[in-house]
């Protein structure tokens, strides 16, 4: 269904940084750094037929994360969940709601873990138990 999803940062080193550790953990590679022709830097992930993108705002407003938004990534196993939300800490984030563990639900068992991005975008870690 998605092809990619896009977020804005304030400060794209420092993003970099961030998602390099935490998508890295994931398989993701060194992203793609491009200048759009206004000038702005967009830093592309890719990994599994998916892209991950980030990008100073064109409009040159801040950017800003959204309210109600969340990001999932695809785990491999819980320990690679619990590793995700610990890495995402090292580098800047901030650990949100309940501790990483299993939680029951209406979709089924699933490992998950939470965390803010330094820019304040939601991250969600799921392992969902088969």
Known sequence: MFNHVMIGSNDIERSKRFYDAVLGLLGAREPLRNVSTTGHIRLFYRHDG????????????????????????????????KEFHDTALAHGGTSIEDPPGLREGSLGPMHLAYVRDPDGHKLCAIYRVK
Do not use: L, M, R, W
């Open 50 to 81: 998916s892209t991950f993108c980030i990008s100073q705002p064109i409009n040159d407003e801040p950017a800003t994360f959204a309210n109600g938004g969340t990001i999932g990534f695809k785990c491999n196993s819980p320990e690679q969940v």
